[in-house]
């Protein structure tokens, strides 16, 4: 299948958005969305791996974890396993294999359509290999803090953390055979659909 937009056909492919928080990837997911795309936020399937991995994680990381209806207290394990290099390592190990299973199930259910997926540390796990090419949202941090402010409605002293384990965050992270296109976004929703549909058009 391919859909074509301002003159680019988008063929079927997997590719990859990746980026700080803040800079704009799931904008520019749901500007693929609206383009007929079919996208994924990892973020939102690690919950769902988490969820159903919750007596492993109680197991593994100590009791408390999980609530009344089976999920997991997310913020309770990354309290947890903040500032505890060990500890981040054994729940990614745990959970990222888990991750990547459920991605390629989802692209493998219509792998004839063009998809994305997203997330802040798709360097870490392996479905890179799987995408033809990585976009790079970028954004400097004021306008990152800026926007996530507004949507997450919290304080800066309360993102100061975020920001700070996410500063060594690079293009340089993914392997170096991976084909990377690096995207500012530092406009407006437009503009960012421009350079969208730009990048695409040399994946043609």
């Not at 609206?34 to 991995?53: F, K, M, N, Q, Y």
């Not at 989802?106 to 997330?119: G, L, N, Q």
Request: with cysteine; charged share 30%.
């Amino acid at each position: 299948m391919s859909l074509v937009y301002a003159g680019a056909i988008f063929i079927s492919m997997l590719i990859g958005i990746a980026g700080k928080t803040g800079a704009g990837k799931n904008a520019a997911a749901s500007i693929l969305e609206r383009w007929g795309w079919r996208t994924l936020d990892l973020d939102e399937t690690a919950h769902w791996v988490l969820d159903e991995a919750s007596e492993l994680i109680e197991k593994e990381f100590g009791p408390g974890l999980v609530n009344d209806e089976g999920k997991v207290k997310r913020d309770e394990l990354g309290a947890r396993v903040f500032g505890q290099p060990q500890l981040l390592h054994k729940l990614e190990a745990l959970s990222y294999p888990l991750i990547e299973k459920k991605t390629l199930e989802w692209y493998e259910e219509d792998a004839t359509s063009p998809a994305a997926i997203h997330a802040v540390n798709l360097h870490k796990t392996a479905l890179p290999k799987h995408c033809k090419a990585i976009l790079w949202i970028d954004a400097d941090w004021r306008i990152r803090r800026k926007r996530v402010i507004l949507r997450d409605g919290k304080t800066w002293r309360q993102l100061k953390g975020r920001f700070k384990v996410q500063h060594g965050l690079n293009p340089k992270l993914f392997p170096a055979n991976a084909e990377i296109y690096r995207i500012r976004n530092t406009g407006n929703l437009n503009t960012l659909e421009q350079k969208l549909a730009e990048t695409l058009r040399r994946l043609e």
